[in-house]
Structures are given as structure tokens and as C-alpha cells.
DNA sequence: CCGGAATACTTGCGCTCGCAACCTTCTTGG
DNA sequence: CCAAGAAGGTTGCGAGCGCAAGTATTCCGG
């Protein structure tokens, strides 16, 4: 139990930091910034919504919002599907990883100094370990087909 | 930074299902719930608003509103405080430890199962030490005279 | 080939909550 | 004793986001 307020306590302060620096310097959320960065490290910079959805902090209806927001920006764009109508595909422009690639540091030293410079390694290493397994049960990566829409 | 992405995404998907949970079965959010046992734990059920927030999740605005709420339901009560007219108490009432204790095995449920139950009791150990730490910055406990107050 | 179930996303609605500004009440220096 | 500033809470405003319902498309049994 001492481990669930930690864990909730911990996570607070730590997002609450991030969140106001990456904010003021970068006029970025952090759910933003981690779409964008999720985007850049998928094929070829898209991802279909769920995807992201399942593997982001968000539930659908939520990302639906912030990829507005992102399009609105100019950072993402969304692409149908041609075998299958129903999905779209959020996918990163050019301006998009810029901002990503400019965003980075700041986020980076942000992790950094509030909570890896706070732990030793041993500790972030077991925190990797144990909560890790919580972030792949809801999708078990189903194979779907990658290529089969412009 | 795979501690960092364990970190936010466990601790989504946890507190999603505690909520859902907390708030079908009880009607009550989880910070409205963190805030009752926080109080009943106290000396005299009862906390300075200030307290409260820095030991919360919640900024002090983000407190004063729930509080608000809890008013209106009826499980706490504010009271001022005699020696300086500033500082408002939140006091747990009768009705809100009731509720506490209604809410109490929910609660203990769920963080059983989506929490305690995944994790082998090292595991839960380490993350408790790791980052019990920050949890404790803000306030260094200056000596409030705690009984200063009807 | 057709109608119902399932899937993928989107929207209406409402609540929560953070930031910045505000008011009130102590405290402190002159 | 009286400003000037700090400290404790509260509110105006607006953004974010979850739930449930809705729409569009695909899948499947008969």
C-alpha cells in the first residue's frame, strides 16, 4: 500500500514539472509531446489511432481531441486508409518533428533532474522492471498488416 | 527513461481502474477518497487546508473546490481557526468517516488487484523506497502548533 | 446477399482542475 | 504605529478529458 501512494505521489510531482516546463518552453502537453514522439518512432511516422490510443495515457476519445489539436498545429496529419475506411492513421509532418526534435532536450533534462538524478540506477532499473509489464497487456500486437493502405 | 514511460503509463492505467471502480461502486473520486483517509488519520480528523494540498494531488485550488464538494455532501466541514484568521481546517464528519469506511474495502480491492497482486512483494518494496522520497519534499514539517485552534 | 453484431473513430455533455488574479489577514521594518 | 510584503485561501477563466451515445464501415451467420 506504501507502494500505491508512492507510486500515485511520486507520479504527480514528477508529471506536474514536466507538464510546466515543457509548457512554457515549448508551448507543448506532455501527452502531446508523447504522441509526437510515439509517432516519430513508428513506420514510417504514422500510427492508426487505436494503437495510439492503447499505448498512450489517453482513451480514444481523448486522442480524437488532442489530434485535432495537433492537426490544427500543423504537427500531425490524418491519412485513411484505403482497405479499410474506418481507420485513420495520425501521421507526423515534417513541422511536427521539428518540434519534436526541439521539444526533446527540454524533456529529456526535465526527466532528468527530477527523476532520474533523484534515483540511483539499480532503482530506476527495478522501477523499469516492475511496472514496465503494466504498459503491453491491453493490445497483444495483433499482426496487422502495416502496408496495406496509402 | 524506460522507468519514466513505466512510470506514467502503470500509473494510468492503475488509477483509471481504481476510479471507475471507486466511483461505480461508492460515488466517490479518488482524490475525494485520498482526502478522507488523510483526514482520518489525523489528530482530531482534521487538517489546514495547506497540509492537505501539499500532501495531496491536488494544487490549492484544486482542493478548495473539492472540498467544496465534500461540504456539500456532507462528509467534511470547514472550521477557522482562532489564532489566525487565515487558515481554514477541513474536519472530517461523522458521515464522512462513515463513508470512508463503506469505501474502505473497494479501495483495498483494487489496489489489490490491479496493483499488489502483479508485483512480487520485492518488487513492491522497491518501488516504495524509490519513490516514497518524493513525497516528503515539500513541506519540511515545521513545528504548527497543533492545537492553537477551537 | 442480407441483416445483425462488431469495430474504428468521433461528438455532446459535463466535470475536474491548474493558472493567474484577487481578497483577507498576519508579520516585519522603519 | 503604519505601510509594505508575505502567507493562506478562494474565484474567474479556460483547457483537457472521460463516458456514453452516435455514425460509418466491415464482418459474419444463414
Known amino acids: ?26 508551448g507543448l502537453s506532455l501527452p502531446a509531446y508523447e504522441v509526437l514522439a510515439h509517432l516519430s518512432e513508428a513506420p514510417d511516422r504514422r500510427r492508426r ?3 495510439l490510443a492503447s499505448f498512450a495515457i489517453l482513451t480514444p476519445s481523448g486522442l480524437t481531441r488532442l489530434v485535432d489539436k495537433l492537426v490544427r498545429d500543423g504537427l500531425v496529419e490524418r491519412q485513411r486508409c484505403g482497405t479499410d475506411a474506418r481507420v485513420v492513421y495520425a501521421a507526423l509532418t515534417d513541422a511536427g518533428f521539428a518540434r519534436l526534435v526541439a521539444a526533446y532536450p527540454t524533456h529529456l533534462r526535465g526527466v532528468r533532474t527530477h527523476l532520474i538524478d533523484r534515483l540511483a540506477p539499480e532503482q530506476l532499473d527495478a522501477i523499469a522492471e516492475a511496472l514496465g509489464p503494466f504498459t503491453d497487456d491491453p493490445l497483444a500486437h495483433d499482426a496487422v498488416p502495416p502496408g496495406d493502405c496509402l
Chains 1, 2 share one sequence.
Open 1 to 26: 500500500m506504501a507502494a500505491f501512494h508512492a507510486l500515485i505521489r511520486a507520479h504527480a510531482r514528477v508529471v506536474r514539472m514536466l507538464e510546466a516546463e515543457l509548457e512554457t518552453e515549448q
Open 49 to 51: 489511432m487505436t494503437e
